[in-house]
């Protein structure tokens, strides 16, 4: 009837919006680049925030001794210890505890946040092992992964731009996150210092060379989404400081999240709104923002029951809407598809932009070099309808030839021991 048709066109023309051709991917990909060269050259230079993280010495393998991480990017915090046994060898031994932060902590004091972070970090280092004790008169040094926008002025210094992610406290902007950690940590009795301030991509990135030198980027599809990647120093005009001895510098890209399942939600309303879609009321949980959650989505979109049960019971349970019809519950999982593609390709566009970037996109003589990117995050690893599209449209992107050259690897909590190696890696005693 006239409403089903209704509801068809709000759909019809939303993946017509959606649509992502080859050619026009091809197009992101050529603007980012161009973005990112803009963004090097110059602070301000582009919209895309491309980010100097001050490694200059990613991890080799021949780091050795017991190094601590602390990773906080989400709801959860993680503490972190590695024992790496240096060359040949590699980690010994890995120790972790996650904890989760209070929401009040989200939104209070930074004196209230780092005391809670220290106070359960020196919980965690009282536990250390007698065997890997660090020899006297050495301090314990640590990798600090913070995943919220920082501008950097060293390896370990570090201002916050912005919170993101439901945090909020207002005083933090502007200030050290190193400086307000160390502090809380002394005051805590702890014996450690900060040697590395890191992101999670460029946490990841480290995690991933440790263990395979043609790591060259990394990826997070998370709550958000941003990459990092090896520049040459020399192809960054805007860097003023003392030249690396690497001659490399990792940058970081940031790109806005997407949150696949609120714009689910926004379609869904809409043909309820114009469409009567679900009857002559809309449903009021369906109007509140961010109400369908994208594991929710991702849920219903691997729905393999054939009466799409999973469609039907989080419908009920989450936007309390009861009595669906299986087709109704198919123009749902139409609509996560719609919407999961669309991001994934995206991604993959956005991939082959640093690969541009990096001059791994095209062949070269003879040249069999492998090009690994270490992916992380809760959507690439759980959302495998989304993980699947992006590897194809890479490959349908680079073609299946130079995709032969191209691994994308999961690198599971890389950015955790990512950042203990980093502050191995550019530990004082070195
Ligand atoms: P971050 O460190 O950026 O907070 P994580 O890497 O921990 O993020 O990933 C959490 C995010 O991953 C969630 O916000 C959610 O969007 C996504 N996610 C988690 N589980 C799933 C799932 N089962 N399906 C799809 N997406 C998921
Ligand atoms: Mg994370």
Redesign the pocket.
């Known amino acids: 009837g006239g409403k089903c048709g209704k509801a068809n066109g709000i759909m019809k023309e939303f993946e017509e919006k959606c649509r992502t051709p080859a050619a026009k991917l091809k197009l992101v990909a050529d603007a980012m680049t161009v973005e990112m060269h803009a963004g090097l050259a110059s602070e301000g230079g582009s919209k895309l925030k491309m980010i100097i993280s001050y490694v200059d010495n990613l991890p080799t393998g021949d780091e050795k001794g017991t190094y601590y991480a602390l990773d906080l990017?989400?709801?959860?915090f993680r503490v972190l210890r590695v024992h790496l046994g240096g060359k040949g060898v590699g980690l010994i031994n890995q120790e972790f505890a996650e904890v989760s932060i209070p929401p009040h902590l989200m939104t209070g004091t930074s004196d209230a946040l780092f005391d809670y972070i220290a106070a359960e970090l020196a919980k965690f280092v009282s536990q250390e092992s007698e065997e890997f004790k660090l020899s006297p008169g050495r301090q314990r040094e640590l990798g600090f992964t913070f995943?919220f926008p920082v501008m950097q002025t060293s390896i370990n210094t570090g201002t916050l731009v912005r919170w993101t992610?439901g945090f909020s406290i207002d005083e933090m902007v502007g200030r050290d996150v190193v400086e307000e950690l160390s502090r809380a940590m002394a005051k805590q009795g702890l014996d450690m210092s900060v040697s590395a301030l890191v992101n999670?991509t460029v946490g990841t990135l480290a995690g991933g060379r440790y263990t395979n030198k043609d790591v060259v980027a990394a990826v997070?599809?998370?709550?958000?989404s941003n990459a990092a990647y090896v520049e040459r120093a020399q192809a960054i005009p805007k860097w003023h400081g003392v030249p690396s001895k690497s001659g490399e510098m990792i940058f970081e890209k940031m790109i806005s999240g997407m949150y696949?399942?609120e714009i689910v939600r926004r379609v869904v309303l809409r043909m309820a709104q114009e469409a009567a879609f679900f009857g002559d009321t809309v449903p009021p949980k369906l109007e509140v923002p961010f109400a369908l959650?994208?594991?929710d989505?991702?849920?219903m979109h691997h729905d393999t029951s054939s009466d799409l049960k999973v469609v039907e019971t989080k419908l009920k349970d989450i936007l309390e809407i009861s009595s669906t019809s299986l087709s109704m519950r198919k123009t749902i999982v139409e609509l996560c598809n719609i919407v999961a593609t669309r991001g994934a390709r995206l991604a993959a566009a956005g991939i082959l932009g640093v690969l541009k970037k990096m001059g791994r996109d095209a062949a070269k003589d003879g040249d069999k070099q492998k090009t690994v990117i270490a992916m992380?995050?809760?959507?690439?690893?759980?959302?495998a309808e989304?993980s699947k599209c992006l590897e194809n449209t890479l490959e349908e992107l680079l073609g299946e030839e130079l995709f032969k050259n191209i691994v994308i690897s999961h690198s599971n909590d890389g950015?955790g021991i990512g950042a203990a190696l980093l502050a191995a890696s550019h530990s004082k005693y070195l």
């Open positions: 990017g989400g709801t959860n995943s992610k999670d997070i599809l998370g709550t958000g696949l399942g959650r994208t594991p989505m991702s849920a992380d995050g809760g959507l690439y690893e759980h959302y989304y950015s």
